[in-house]
């Protein structure tokens, strides 16, 4: 019989059965009263359950569109842009600033750390930018940025805005938006809500509001704040057809973490990557991301000697457990692993299960119920 098998890439993550159901409704019109309530309902408490006095977007897209969205509702052609990125996806950034024609500077990060927020003040001192954008996780390597120490620096700076790219982070790190000083966050459905691809969340404050005005027209048009903000105040209104039924997949997902409470779900991510970490340097793996900047919603794992990437991603499929591979340089030497949103103790026990499987048949190395006793114990305390 074929293993069943778990996807456990960093996004898609697995949805649980109560958000499957709802994503196999029945559809209704998005002018219908019915969808028209939970759609505000789920506008409502995205801000809430990431403290967010300002607005909330929540529309048709992914996590890239979301990225341009930021960008081009808050600068302008020409306007000075600092990115600090930590990774591939920071990276992303780059092309999307100059397709717009922004004046951009990177601090880029060695793969693995973070670029200390003392150098970012340094940079911020040389010139005047209308925007810093980090992302709060970075999948290629890892890292979890400081997002709150950064956002406490830019008080210093009232005319910059923040821009935090939160996709792989949301709901599993903690966020606390106005706490942390952030004017434009967004992240996709897939990640750590747990829930399928196909919708993107954005929140701003008054002064990333104030200068999507200030810009006056813009040149995009999707993704344009000005043609959604009518719909995210009342529903009922039409620019382009919702996603109906995510929509009531992210209102059942939420309802999950308001259950759980925010607090409580990034503690539940922190004990849980933390015990995964554990079980894999237990079963000789190496971490990327440096100890005090891992992120906990995925673990970026390097191989350790004699271990062939392509013989083991394999073999782990064929076991039962899907992971993404490396990225640039650190393609074939390590694999990555998502551990995010609505997954339990019993999914990550048979996960290093496979992996214990895995490394005995392609390398004969032999710690079958090794990582799994060191997860369990770190979960146990």
Same mark, same amino acid.
């Given at each position: 019989?074929?293993?069943?098998?778990?996807?456990?890439?960093?996004?898609?993550?697995?949805? =649980? %059965?109560?958000?499957?159901?709802?994503? @196999?409704?029945?559809?209704?019109?998005?002018?219908?009263?019915?969808?028209?309530?939970?759609?505000?309902?789920?506008?409502?408490?995205?801000? #809430?359950?990431?403290?967010?006095?300002?607005? =909330?977007?929540?529309?048709?897209?992914?996590?890239? +569109?979301?990225?341009?969205?930021?960008?081009?509702?808050?600068?302008?052609?020409?306007?000075?842009?600092?990115?600090?990125?930590?990774?591939?996806? $920071? !990276?992303?950034?780059?092309? &999307?600033?100059?397709?717009?024609?922004?004046?951009?500077?990177?601090? %880029?990060?060695? /793969?693995?750390?973070?670029?200390?927020?003392?150098?970012?003040?340094?940079?911020?001192?040389?010139?005047?930018?209308?925007?810093?954008?980090?992302?709060?996780? !970075?999948?290629?390597?890892?890292?979890?940025?400081?997002?709150?120490? &950064?956002?406490?620096?830019?008080?210093?700076?009232?005319?910059?805005? *923040?821009?935090?790219?939160?996709?792989?982070?949301?709901?599993?790190?903690?966020? !606390?938006?106005?706490?942390?000083?952030?004017?434009? +966050?967004? #992240?996709?459905?897939?990640?750590?809500?747990? =829930?399928?691809?196909?919708?993107?969340?954005? /929140?701003?404050?008054?002064?990333?509001?104030?200068?999507?005005?200030?810009?006056?027209?813009?040149?995009?048009?999707?993704?344009?704040?000005?043609? /959604?903000?009518?719909?995210?105040?009342?529903?009922?209104? *039409?620019?382009?057809?919702?996603?109906?039924?995510?929509?009531?997949?992210?209102?059942?997902?939420?309802?999950?973490?308001?259950?759980?409470?925010?607090?409580?779900? *990034?503690?539940?991510? +922190?004990?849980?990557?933390?015990?995964?970490?554990?079980?894999?340097?237990?079963?000789?793996? $190496?971490?990327?991301?440096?100890?005090?900047?891992?992120?906990?919603?995925?673990?970026?794992?390097?191989?350790?000697?004699?271990?062939?990437?392509? !013989?083991?991603?394999?073999?782990?499929?064929?076991? @039962?457990?899907?992971?993404?591979? $490396?990225?640039?340089? *650190?393609?074939?030497?390590?694999?990555?692993?998502?551990?995010?949103?609505?997954?339990? &103790?019993?999914?990550?026990?048979?996960?290093?299960?496979?992996?214990?499987?895995?490394?005995?048949?392609?390398?004969?190395?032999?710690?079958?119920?090794?990582?799994?006793?060191?997860?369990?114990?770190?979960?146990?305390?």
């Amino acid at each position: 019989m074929e293993n069943k098998r778990m996807v456990m890439i960093p996004g898609p993550t697995p949805v =649980v %059965k109560s958000i499957q159901d709802q994503m @196999g409704r029945e559809v209704q019109a998005f002018g219908d009263p019915r969808f028209v309530a939970d759609y505000k309902e789920v506008i409502h408490d995205l801000r #809430t359950i990431v403290n967010c006095s300002g607005q =909330v977007f929540c529309v048709a897209g992914t996590g890239t +569109l979301a990225m341009e969205m930021a960008i081009s509702n808050s600068t302008k052609r020409g306007d000075r842009v600092l990115l600090i990125s930590h990774g591939f996806f $920071g !990276d992303r950034f780059i092309e &999307i600033c100059q397709n717009k024609e922004r004046d951009l500077d990177v601090l %880029k990060a060695e /793969w693995g750390k973070i670029i200390p927020v003392s150098e970012i003040e340094e940079k911020l001192s040389t010139k005047k930018y209308a925007a810093v954008v980090v992302s709060h996780v !970075d999948t290629a390597t890892g890292v979890k940025a400081p997002i709150e120490e &950064i956002g406490e620096l830019m008080k210093k700076y009232p005319d910059t805005l *923040y821009i935090v790219d939160g996709v792989a982070a949301t709901m599993g790190e903690y966020t !606390d938006f106005d706490g942390m000083n952030i004017d434009i +966050l967004f #992240t996709a459905s897939q990640k750590a809500f747990g =829930v399928s691809p196909g919708l993107l969340m954005l /929140w701003a404050s008054k002064k990333a509001m104030d200068r999507r005005e200030a810009l006056g027209t813009i040149s995009e048009y999707y993704c344009d704040f000005n043609k /959604w903000l009518p719909i995210m105040l009342d529903p009922s209104k *039409y620019f382009a057809t919702p996603a109906v039924n995510l929509i009531w997949a992210l209102k059942e997902s939420i309802r999950i973490i308001k259950e759980e409470g925010p607090g409580a779900r *990034y503690e539940r991510h +922190l004990k849980n990557a933390s015990a995964m970490q554990k079980a894999l340097e237990a079963l000789g793996f $190496g971490l990327l991301a440096e100890a005090g900047h891992r992120a906990v919603t995925l673990s970026n794992i390097i191989y350790p000697e004699g271990i062939n990437d392509a !013989d083991f991603r394999s073999t782990l499929m064929e076991e @039962g457990i899907i992971v993404a591979g $490396g990225l640039a340089a *650190y393609a074939g030497k390590m694999f990555r692993i998502g551990h995010m949103g609505n997954i339990d &103790i019993n999914d990550e026990v048979a996960v290093l299960g496979v992996i214990e499987r895995t490394l005995y048949k392609t390398a004969g190395i032999e710690k079958l119920g090794v990582g799994v006793a060191v997860y369990m114990k770190e979960m146990m305390k």
